[in-house]
C-alpha cells in the first residue's frame, strides 16, 4: 500500500528550494537549447514539464527532471537527420511512449545493480565538471552555454584551455559580483542568525545583490558594468502570436518514418538510463533515506516527455546537477520541483525582463558551491580508507565522468566493478589450508556453496601446485552448485594425477549425481578414516577447554 504524501506538509523548506532549483534551471534550459539547435524556449518548456508534470507523477522526493547535456549531441544529430524540429518532436513522443512501456515491464530494477561506490564516483565526477565549467563564467568569460558538461569541446579544445583564455580576459566586474555572491552564500549557510532565515534562500539574496551592483555599474557607466552577453537571455514574446509560435506540435506524419523510431528508441534508452543513475544519487544524497519506486520513475518519464513533445519541448531527463541543488537548498518533497517548474512557467510569462538582468556570475557562485558539495575531499578520502575494491571503481568512475561524460564514466566503474567481482569469486571459490597430523600433513580444499566456471582457473593452479606423496581431502559438504569443468578438473586429479604422484585423495560431500567417485582406495580409506577420528577428538576436546 502506498504512503499519500502531504505535498504541502514542507511548503517552508520547499518554496524557498524550489526558488533556488529555478534560478540554476533557468540558464541551463536556455543553454542546452542553444547547444541542441533548438528553439530557446524548448528547453524552458522541458523544464516546466521536468518540473510540474513529472514531479507531480514521480515519487521521488529530491529528483528534479529537465533538459539534460547528456543528450545534447543525440538532439543536434537529430534535428540535422530529420529536417525539421517538429519531426524531431515525434521522436521524442515515440521515446516517452517507450519510457511508458519499460515502465511497465518494470525495467526500473536495473538500477539495483548500481554499485554505491560508482553512484558515489559520478557525482563526485559531476562536481568537478560543474566546478570547472564554471570558472570560466565567474571570470566574466560566457562564450560557453551554460549547462555543457563535457571536458573537451567541439571545436577540439577542452575546459582547461577555456578557463587559462579566461584568464588573459579577465572581467573585474564578474569578478568581484561572484566574489560578492560567493560571500553572502557562506554567511548564509555559516553564520547562525541568517541560517536561521530559510524562508529567504541566500541563492535568491545573491541574485539580487548581484542584479543591483550591476545596475549600480551601469549607473555610474564603470568599467565594472557587465554587458548583455554575459547575463541570462531569455526571449521575450510580445504578442499572442509569438507565444503561438512557441508551442509547436509534432509532425504525426513522421511516424511511419524508420529513422524517427531510431531516435526515438536512442532517446528512450540513455534518458532512461540517466534518470535511474540519477535517482540513485537522488536517494543516496536523501538524509531521510527515502526510496524511490524506479518502475514508477520511468512512467514519469515518459509522461513527462510525451507532454513536452506535444508542447514543443526537448526531451527530459532527471538531472544530477538539479537534483543535487535542491538537496543543498534544503527540499523535504517533491513539491521544490513541482514550485521549480512553477517558478520558470511563471517567469516566461510575466518577469522575462527581469530574469535577463541575473549576471552569469551570481549563478556561477551557486554552482561552485554544489559542486564542491558534490566532490569534497572527504569523499575520496573516505573510499580510500575503504581499500582498493571500493576506490579503484570509484576513482575511475569520476575520472571517465570529468574525461568521457556520464555514462561511459559510469560504464568505466561498472566494468572494473565486475572484474572485481569475479576475480574475488575466483578466490573465494574455496579455503585452503594444511592440518598437522602425526602420519603427515593433510592438505584440505574447502569448497564454497558455489563453485563456477570462472573458479577453474584458480583451482587448477591450487591442484597443480600440490606436490608428490601429499595426502588431499577435497570437500564438497557445503557446497550447492559446481561446474562440470570443475568436476571434471578434480575427477582428473584423482583419477590421473593422484596416481601419477603418489597423492591420497578423500572426496567427500560431492553428490550423486555429480558422477564423482569419493572412495578411495582401502589404504587411503583407513587413513583418512583415522585422520578424521584425530580430527573429531581434536574439535571435542577444543570444545570442552572453552566450556
Not at 523 to 543: A, D, G, I, M
Request: with cysteine; glycine share 8%; charged share 15%.
Amino acid at each position: 500500500m502506498t504512503k499519500k504524501i502531504n505535498l504541502f506538509a514542507n511548503l517552508k523548506s520547499d518554496v524557498p528550494a524550489g526558488l533556488v532549483v529555478f534560478l540554476v534551471a533557468l540558464p541551463l534550459c536556455l543553454g542546452i537549447a542553444l547547444a541542441s539547435g533548438a528553439p530557446p524556449l524548448s528547453g524552458i518548456i522541458s523544464g516546466v514539464v521536468g518540473g510540474i508534470v513529472v514531479g507531480y507523477f514521480s515519487n521521488s522526493h529530491l529528483s528534479v527532471s529537465g533538459p539534460a547535456a547528456g543528450l545534447t549531441a543525440i538532439v543536434l544529430t537529430a534535428i540535422t537527420d530529420l529536417g525539421a524540429f517538429n519531426i524531431f518532436l515525434t521522436a521524442v513522443l515515440i521515446a516517452g511512449l517507450l519510457q511508458l512501456l519499460l515502465g511497465y515491464i518494470k525495467a526500473g530494477s536495473i538500477s539495483n545493480y548500481f554499485p554505491t561506490n560508482v553512484i558515489e564516483g559520478m557525482l563526485a565526477g559531476i562536481g568537478i565538471i560543474i566546478i570547472l565549467k564554471q570558472i570560466p563564467h565567474a571570470l566574466g568569460y560566457d562564450f560557453e552555454f551554460e549547462g555543457d558538461e563535457s571536458f573537451f569541446q567541439a571545436n577540439g579544445g577542452n575546459i582547461i584551455e577555456t578557463i587559462l583564455g579566461a584568464l588573459n580576459s579577465l572581467h573585474y566586474g564578474a569578478i568581484a559580483i561572484t566574489l560578492v555572491s560567493l560571500s553572502i552564500l557562506l554567511m548564509w549557510t555559516n553564520i547562525s542568525f541568517l541560517n536561521k532565515l530559510k524562508l529567504i534562500p541566500g541563492a535568491l539574496v545573491a541574485v539580487i545583490v548581484g542584479i543591483i551592483l550591476n545596475e549600480i555599474f551601469i549607473f555610474t557607466q564603470s568599467n565594472l558594468a557587465i554587458s548583455a552577453e554575459h547575463l541570462v537571455s531569455l526571449p521575450i514574446p510580445e504578442t499572442i502570436d509569438d507565444f503561438k509560435n512557441i508551442v509547436l506540435l509534432p509532425d504525426f506524419s513522421a511516424f511511419l518514418n524508420y529513422k524517427v523510431w531510431i531516435v526515438g528508441a536512442t532517446i528512450a534508452i540513455v534518458a532512461s538510463i540517466e534518470t535511474l543513475l540519477c535517482i540513485e544519487a537522488a536517494d543516496r544524497m536523501d538524509a531521510q533515506k527515502r526510496l524511490t519506486d524506479t518502475n514508477l520513475e520511468l512512467k514519469a518519464q515518459g509522461i513527462g516527455n510525451i507532454a513536452s513533445s506535444l508542447l514543443g519541448g526537448l526531451p527530459l531527463t532527471s538531472v544530477v546537477v538539479r537534483t543535487s541543488t535542491n538537496n543543498s537548498a534544503g527540499a523535504k518533497s517533491k513539491m521544490a520541483t513541482i514550485i521549480h517548474g512553477v517558478f520558470l512557467l511563471l517567469s516566461v510569462l510575466t518577469i522575462p525582463f527581469l530574469l535577463n538582468k541575473i549576471p552569469f556570475a551570481t549563478l556561477a557562485a551557486v554552482l561552485f558551491l554544489v559542486g564542491y558539495k558534490l566532490a569534497k575531499p572527504s569523499v575520496i578520502k573516505h573510499f580510500w580508507q575503504k581499500g582498493k575494491y571500493q576506490f579503484i571503481p570509484f576513482i575511475a568512475t569520476m575520472l571517465g565522468v570529468v574525461f568521457l561524460d556520464l555514462l561511459k564514466g559510469v560504464a568505466l566503474g561498472i566494468v572494473i566493478s565486475i572484474i572485481f567481482i569475479v576475480r574475488g569469486n575466483m578466490q573465494r571459490a574455496y579455503r585452503f589450508r594444511k592440518d598437522k597430523y602425526e602420519e603427515g600433513d593433510i592438505i584440505r580444499i574447502d569448497l564454497a556453496q558455489e563453485v563456477s566456471f570462472l573458479n577453474k582457473a584458480a583451482i587448477k593452479d591450487t591442484l597443480n601446485s600440490i606436490p608428490e606423496n601429499s595426502k588431499v581431502i577435497i570437500n564438497a559438504q557445503d557446497t550447492v552448485y559446481i561446474a562440470h569443468d570443475v568436476l571434471d578438473l578434480i575427477n582428473d586429479f584423482k583419477n590421473l594425477r593422484a596416481k601419477e604422484d603418489n597423492i591420497k585423495v578423500k572426496l567427500i560431500g560431492f553428490k550423486k549425481e555429480y558422477e564423482i567417485e569419493e572412495e578411495a582406495d582401502e589404504n587411503n580409506h583407513v587413513f583418512f578414516e583415522k585422520y578424521e577420528k584425530h580430527r573429531k577428538n581434536k574439535f571435542q576436546n577444543n570444545n570442552t577447554f572453552q566450556n
